[in-house]
Protein backbone atom coordinates (compact mmCIF):
# COMPACT_ATOMS: atom_id res chain seq x y z
CA UNK A 1 0.00 0.00 0.00
CA UNK A 2 1.35 3.36 -1.09
CA UNK A 3 0.11 6.96 -0.66
CA UNK A 4 1.21 9.02 -3.86
CA UNK A 5 1.51 12.99 -3.85
CA UNK A 6 0.54 14.03 -7.57
CA UNK A 7 1.41 17.49 -8.50
CA UNK A 8 2.35 20.12 -10.82
CA UNK A 9 2.47 23.74 -12.04
CA UNK A 10 -0.55 25.54 -13.31
CA UNK A 11 -0.79 25.06 -17.41
CA UNK A 12 0.72 21.36 -16.68
CA UNK A 13 -2.15 19.03 -17.06
CA UNK A 14 -1.86 17.94 -13.67
CA UNK A 15 -5.59 17.36 -14.00
CA UNK A 16 -5.76 15.58 -16.72
CA UNK A 17 -3.31 12.52 -15.46
CA UNK A 18 -6.00 12.54 -12.30
CA UNK A 19 -8.25 11.93 -14.38
CA UNK A 20 -6.44 9.17 -16.15
CA UNK A 21 -5.55 7.77 -12.75
CA UNK A 22 -9.41 7.46 -11.95
CA UNK A 23 -10.18 6.21 -14.82
CA UNK A 24 -7.60 3.44 -14.33
CA UNK A 25 -9.66 2.79 -11.02
CA UNK A 26 -7.20 4.40 -8.74
CA UNK A 27 -8.26 6.08 -5.40
CA UNK A 28 -7.52 10.16 -5.90
CA UNK A 29 -8.35 12.57 -2.54
CA UNK A 30 -8.48 16.12 -4.20
CA UNK A 31 -7.07 18.91 -2.30
CA UNK A 32 -8.99 21.54 -4.38
CA UNK A 33 -12.03 19.72 -3.89
CA UNK A 34 -11.53 19.68 -0.44
CA UNK A 35 -10.89 23.25 -0.21
CA UNK A 36 -14.09 23.75 -1.82
CA UNK A 37 -15.84 21.69 0.34
CA UNK A 38 -15.05 22.95 3.71
CA UNK A 39 -16.48 26.46 3.13
CA UNK A 40 -19.69 25.51 1.33
CA UNK A 41 -22.77 26.80 2.48
CA UNK A 42 -23.65 25.91 6.55
CA UNK A 43 -20.13 24.69 6.89
CA UNK A 44 -18.68 25.16 10.07
CA UNK A 45 -15.35 26.55 8.53
CA UNK A 46 -17.79 29.17 6.65
CA UNK A 47 -19.63 30.12 9.87
CA UNK A 48 -16.45 30.73 11.56
CA UNK A 49 -15.20 32.85 8.90
CA UNK A 50 -18.47 34.85 9.21
CA UNK A 51 -18.17 35.59 12.79
CA UNK A 52 -14.49 36.38 12.05
CA UNK A 53 -14.85 39.09 9.03
CA UNK A 54 -18.39 39.95 9.20
CA UNK A 55 -21.76 38.99 7.32
CA UNK A 56 -20.62 41.15 4.24
CA UNK A 57 -18.45 37.95 3.34
CA UNK A 58 -21.56 35.94 2.12
CA UNK A 59 -23.24 36.15 -1.05
CA UNK A 60 -27.22 37.00 -0.71
CA UNK A 61 -27.51 33.28 -0.88
CA UNK A 62 -25.83 32.16 2.13
CA UNK A 63 -22.22 31.34 0.30
CA UNK A 64 -18.83 32.29 0.36
CA UNK A 65 -18.18 35.23 -1.67
CA UNK A 66 -14.86 34.73 -2.48
CA UNK A 67 -13.71 38.18 -4.15
CA UNK A 68 -15.21 40.02 -1.03
CA UNK A 69 -13.12 37.72 1.09
CA UNK A 70 -9.96 38.57 -0.97
CA UNK A 71 -10.45 42.02 -0.77
CA UNK A 72 -9.99 41.93 3.00
CA UNK A 73 -7.65 39.98 3.56
CA UNK A 74 -5.14 40.34 0.72
CA UNK A 75 -2.39 42.64 1.52
CA UNK A 76 -3.35 42.41 5.17
CA UNK A 77 -1.34 39.85 6.51
CA UNK A 78 -2.96 39.13 10.00
CA UNK A 79 -6.47 39.30 8.42
CA UNK A 80 -4.58 36.46 6.06
CA UNK A 81 -3.13 35.06 9.33
CA UNK A 82 -6.54 35.22 10.79
CA UNK A 83 -7.86 33.21 7.77
CA UNK A 84 -5.15 30.53 7.19
CA UNK A 85 -5.59 29.78 10.83
CA UNK A 86 -9.48 29.07 10.41
CA UNK A 87 -9.42 27.12 6.73
CA UNK A 88 -6.01 25.31 6.83
CA UNK A 89 -7.07 22.89 9.74
CA UNK A 90 -10.11 22.00 8.64
CA UNK A 91 -8.61 21.42 5.16
CA UNK A 92 -6.09 19.43 6.84
CA UNK A 93 -8.69 17.68 9.03
CA UNK A 94 -10.65 16.89 5.79
CA UNK A 95 -8.19 15.39 3.39
CA UNK A 96 -6.93 13.38 6.70
CA UNK A 97 -10.70 11.89 6.84
CA UNK A 98 -10.50 11.15 2.88
CA UNK A 99 -7.32 9.50 2.47
CA UNK A 100 -8.04 7.11 5.43
CA UNK A 101 -11.72 7.08 3.32
CA UNK A 102 -9.29 6.17 -0.24
CA UNK A 103 -7.24 3.94 1.95
CA UNK A 104 -10.35 1.69 2.77
CA UNK A 105 -11.78 1.01 -0.59
CA UNK A 106 -8.51 1.06 -2.24
CA UNK A 107 -7.95 -2.46 -3.67
CA UNK A 108 -4.90 -1.41 -6.47
CA UNK A 109 -2.54 -0.99 -4.02
CA UNK A 110 -1.92 3.19 -3.98
CA UNK A 111 -3.90 6.38 -3.32
CA UNK A 112 -3.15 8.96 -4.93
CA UNK A 113 -3.34 12.62 -3.02
CA UNK A 114 -3.99 15.44 -5.85
CA UNK A 115 -2.19 19.09 -4.00
CA UNK A 116 -1.14 21.25 -6.70
CA UNK A 117 0.57 23.30 -4.05
CA UNK A 118 2.63 20.66 -2.69
CA UNK A 119 5.63 21.60 -3.23
CA UNK A 120 4.62 25.32 -1.25
CA UNK A 121 2.66 23.79 1.56
CA UNK A 122 4.91 20.83 2.68
CA UNK A 123 2.19 18.25 2.00
CA UNK A 124 4.63 15.65 0.93
CA UNK A 125 5.66 15.48 5.34
CA UNK A 126 2.24 16.60 6.25
CA UNK A 127 0.55 13.56 4.81
CA UNK A 128 3.11 11.59 5.22
CA UNK A 129 3.47 10.55 1.94
CA UNK A 130 5.67 7.62 0.67
CA UNK A 131 6.14 8.81 -3.08
CA UNK A 132 5.85 11.89 -5.30
CA UNK A 133 4.91 12.24 -9.18
CA UNK A 134 5.08 15.48 -10.83
CA UNK A 135 3.78 16.27 -14.03
CA UNK A 136 6.20 18.46 -15.85
CA UNK A 137 6.28 20.58 -18.97
CA UNK A 138 8.52 23.84 -19.71
CA UNK A 139 7.39 27.30 -18.48
CA UNK A 140 6.67 28.06 -22.60
CA UNK A 141 4.13 25.16 -22.51
CA UNK A 142 2.53 27.06 -19.31
CA UNK A 143 1.99 29.75 -20.94
CA UNK A 144 1.13 28.76 -24.20
CA UNK A 145 -1.98 26.97 -22.82
CA UNK A 146 -2.63 30.04 -20.28
CA UNK A 147 -2.64 31.76 -22.93
CA UNK A 148 -4.68 29.37 -25.84
CA UNK A 149 -7.04 27.52 -23.58
CA UNK A 150 -7.65 29.76 -20.85
CA UNK A 151 -7.61 33.23 -22.55
CA UNK A 152 -5.33 34.58 -20.02
CA UNK A 153 -3.18 37.65 -21.20
CA UNK A 154 0.70 36.93 -20.93
CA UNK A 155 0.99 39.21 -17.81
CA UNK A 156 -1.64 37.10 -15.93
CA UNK A 157 0.15 33.68 -16.78
CA UNK A 158 3.25 34.86 -16.05
CA UNK A 159 1.73 36.07 -12.44
CA UNK A 160 0.19 32.79 -12.23
CA UNK A 161 2.99 31.04 -13.06
CA UNK A 162 5.62 33.23 -10.62
CA UNK A 163 3.28 32.66 -7.57
CA UNK A 164 3.70 29.33 -7.60
CA UNK A 165 7.04 27.41 -6.79
CA UNK A 166 9.70 26.79 -9.22
CA UNK A 167 9.76 24.15 -12.13
CA UNK A 168 13.26 23.36 -10.72
CA UNK A 169 11.99 22.90 -6.68
CA UNK A 170 9.05 20.74 -8.16
CA UNK A 171 11.31 18.53 -9.99
CA UNK A 172 13.59 18.30 -6.66
CA UNK A 173 11.12 16.30 -5.04
CA UNK A 174 10.17 14.49 -7.67
CA UNK A 175 10.22 10.45 -7.08
CA UNK A 176 8.64 10.05 -10.55
CA UNK A 177 7.92 12.42 -13.29
CA UNK A 178 5.39 12.37 -15.71
CA UNK A 179 6.05 14.65 -19.08
CA UNK A 180 2.99 16.16 -20.66
CA UNK A 181 4.73 18.35 -23.92
CA UNK A 182 2.70 16.20 -26.13
CA UNK A 183 -0.75 14.68 -27.19
CA UNK A 184 -3.08 13.31 -24.83
CA UNK A 185 -2.21 9.90 -26.53
CA UNK A 186 1.05 10.31 -25.44
CA UNK A 187 0.01 11.27 -21.66
CA UNK A 188 -1.37 8.06 -21.57
CA UNK A 189 1.09 5.92 -22.36
CA UNK A 190 3.52 8.50 -19.97
CA UNK A 191 0.79 7.69 -17.51
CA UNK A 192 1.33 4.25 -17.81
CA UNK A 193 5.27 4.06 -17.75
CA UNK A 194 4.87 6.20 -14.81
CA UNK A 195 2.47 3.24 -12.94
CA UNK A 196 4.72 0.79 -13.82
CA UNK A 197 7.97 2.33 -12.51
CA UNK A 198 5.69 3.25 -8.90
CA UNK A 199 4.72 -0.26 -8.67
CA UNK A 200 8.30 -1.34 -8.96
CA UNK A 201 9.18 0.53 -6.37
CA UNK A 202 6.22 -0.18 -4.27
CA UNK A 203 7.66 -3.89 -4.57
CA UNK A 204 10.96 -3.28 -3.59
CA UNK A 205 9.94 -1.68 -1.02
Known amino acids: MALVGLTGGIG ?9 LTARGYQLVDADLVARYVVEKGSP ?65 IVFVD ?7 GGKDRYRLDYVVVVDVPRETQLHRLTRIRALSEDEASARINSQAKREDRLAMADFIVDNTGSLSDLDERVDEMLAQLLRAIERG
Request: hydrophobic share 45%.
Open 115 to 121: IPLLVET
Open 12 to 20: SGKSAVASI
Open 45 to 109: TLLKIVETFGPDVLTQEGYLDRPKLGAIVFGDSSKLDKLNSIIHPAIAAEMQRRIEASLELDSLG
